[in-house]
């Protein structure tokens, strides 16, 4: 788990079992190809049974939430690689 940051690279603290076991399944020489179709919240949401840490960061909108917080924690799960 990636702990949280200051606000200016505020991670969200994610499990990585379940982004690790599917990505082993993914051949490493193959391109992946997305199409990422997002809608966001005004303000981000956490639910009372979230880790302490997310019910700590400060407010934000959706839209800002996803790439200072959910991208960097997803990349640095995976070891910062963004390829």
Same mark, same amino acid.
């Given at each position: 788990?990636?702990?949280?940051?200051?606000?200016?690279?505020?991670?969200?603290?994610?499990?990585? !079992?379940?982004?690790?076991?599917? !990505?082993?399944?993914?051949?490493?020489?193959?391109?992946?190809?997305?199409?990422?179709?997002?809608?966001?919240?005004? !303000?981000?949401n956490y639910?009372?049974?979230?880790?302490?840490?997310?019910?700590?960061?400060?407010?934000?909108?959706?839209?800002?939430?996803?790439? !200072?917080?959910?991208?960097?924690?997803?990349?640095?799960?995976?070891?910062?690689?963004?390829?």
């Open positions: 788990m990636t702990p949280p940051l200051q606000r200016q690279d505020a991670r969200v603290p994610v499990p990585t !079992t379940a982004l690790k076991a599917i !990505t082993s399944s993914i051949d490493p020489s193959r391109p992946v190809y997305m199409l990422n179709l997002l809608r966001f919240r005004d !303000t981000a639910s009372p049974g979230d880790p302490e840490a997310f019910q700590n960061l400060p407010k934000c909108s959706g839209r800002e939430a996803f790439p !200072t917080r959910y991208v960097p924690a997803f990349l640095a799960s995976f070891g910062g690689r963004g390829h």
